[in-house]
């Protein structure tokens, strides 16, 4: 069990506000239109470094000390919290080390690297990269930087969600259900524990694609449970092989359901949000719009809110699947 | 001389402000770290019909009599006004008809016909749209909803404005230059009169594509001077031939002065937007951050105010973009 609470949260914020972007939360009268359903997308593609990730590594790396601000930091990552810890490191001056998988979106490894880090890059197929990491880590003195089971990162992510909330409460409208995506489950784990505190009969979905629902099915058999060997997506930020422990945990509190949806769901959901909401987004930032879209659950007549986490896509990719449409 | 002034603002937000989104305004760090300036965009392409054009259509179709309602109302445009008059036609129950130039984008054509409007397409290098409209609205005794050169339309759009300039209070901030895309000159006239009035000491520029550049000419002439003929532009929402009597008449008040970008600016503009901001952008929304990016004035360590006011662009035209870079 743990003691995770909105509090955390709020501590977080208190630390992160001014490093981040405070993203908008908006609702498109087309979306409203197709799902007959009152929607409201959070904008975290918008977000610096193009994903929420650089809440957690915000809130993580401005927390340590001295020394090891000295000593920098190691973090293993597809891309999005690579690019958060890069970008977080170089704003507080500290030396960074990520280890990337050498296939991960070029866009996410040359903003690494741009970012000002160190990218070690490693071959998934027969690499562990939190072995790589944690070898790196012990040779250098580095800190890791964990992508999401750590409880400073989950209450970073969570400010996603307190901004939500507050938006929300100011206009008088309490939703009926959020659809969040989920890889290792820090993002939903933190916006959960937010939005469930202050709407209690909100209705909570982790989104996965279909063959990395390790979340799904550890919250249905209630106790964690890692997809099958071999399992594949497009949606490169949603590729971990089970939850994590802590935020597991919590998830297995805040979670009415797990829902997942196909890569060609995804797909024409990235196409549906381009051509309404003129936003990109990456695979696994579109996967709870894809959810919504493609009717995993009935909202008729309700309130919901929709997490877009991540616009971070390469253009060639983004082209070929406006063209497949 | 015209007496527009901010309050003719105030007076549309209160009939508007329920029928259109409170958009976004914005900053990204990674455009404050290439301009060294303080940018904020403000992301009209997220509006409901995907561009600014409804809160001017929806502030003058609000204000129409029972029995104008009753008739309906004829509106010509190359496609984003085309389509706000559509969409809040729907929403009034009036039947519209809409003049448009027949290589409008796709996109734009498409939207405007599934909001429910009657589009006739003329072939602009033969017809004249006014005149198409103008004898249409005779006949039919349907109201023309005129695209820029109306005071409420103007209101309308400076809506935008008024939302720009709270939000910059809130947060105690003043902004030193304003950057605007400028066709017919409604967007600039109805923001950039709330704006000099919130802010009196800030230098406001329209910002048009080379070949198009009419509010330049006219403004450092000191009288409507249309573009030459034969003119070019990938900017089809800002190919209005001269500037309009009450928007210029606004605009020579409230101008610093003109400035333009080329169409290869634009579209690399575009492509920028998309990789750091992740939104979608048409060509004619993008001018205004274009200027911006391409250093057409001394933004060092400026805040700087920059309209994006569409993202209605051809899934073909953005790939192409996107691929030619």
């Given at each position: 069990m743990t003691t995770f609470s909105f509090k955390d949260v709020d501590d977080a914020y208190g630390r992160v506000k001014s490093l981040i972007l405070k993203t908008p939360l908006v609702s498109n009268e087309e979306i409203n239109k197709i799902t007959k359903a009152k929607v409201f997308f959070k904008?975290?593609?918008?977000q610096w470094t193009g994903s929420f990730k650089l809440r957690g590594a915000s809130n993580k790396i401005g927390q340590l000390t001295k020394n090891e601000k000295k000593k920098g930091v190691v973090a293993y990552s597809s891309g999005n919290h690579a690019q958060a810890v890069a970008y977080a490191s170089k704003l507080n001056n500290i030396s960074s080390t990520i280890v990337m998988p050498?296939?991960?979106?070029s866009i996410k490894i040359n903003n690494t690297k741009r970012y000002g880090s160190e990218v070690v890059l490693y071959d998934p197929a027969s690499g562990v990269r939190e072995d790589i990491a944690n070898d790196i880590a012990r040779t250098t003195k580095k800190t890791i930087i964990k992508p999401y089971d750590d409880l400073d990162i989950i209450a970073g992510q969570g400010t996603a969600g307190k901004e939500i909330a507050e938006e929300l409460l100011d206009q008088n409208i309490r939703p009926d259900v959020y659809l969040c995506c989920c890889g290792g489950g820090g993002l939903i784990a933190g916006t959960s524990t937010y939005l469930k505190h202050k709407f209690p009969n909100i209705e909570i979905y982790s989104v996965e694609p279909e063959e990395f629902n390790d979340t799904q099915l550890s919250f249905r058999s209630n106790f964690i449970t890692p997809i099958k060997k071999g399992a594949q997506s497009i949606?490169?930020?949603?590729?971990?092989?089970q939850p994590g422990d802590i935020t597991f945990a919590i998830n297995q509190q805040t979670l009415t359901d797990g829902l997942t949806v196909s890569d060609k769901e995804v797909k024409s959901t990235i196409v549906v949000l381009a051509e309404n909401l003129k936003i990109i987004t990456e695979p696994g930032g579109a996967v709870a719009a894809s959810a919504l879209l493609n009717k995993k659950l009935d909202v008729e007549n309700k309130t919901i809110i929709v997490m877009i986490?991540?616009?971070?896509?390469d253009g060639e990719l983004f082209s070929s699947i406006a063209k497949e449409k």
């Open positions: 904008l975290e593609n918008l050498k296939n991960a979106p949606c490169d930020a949603l590729l971990a092989p986490s991540g616009g971070n896509i």
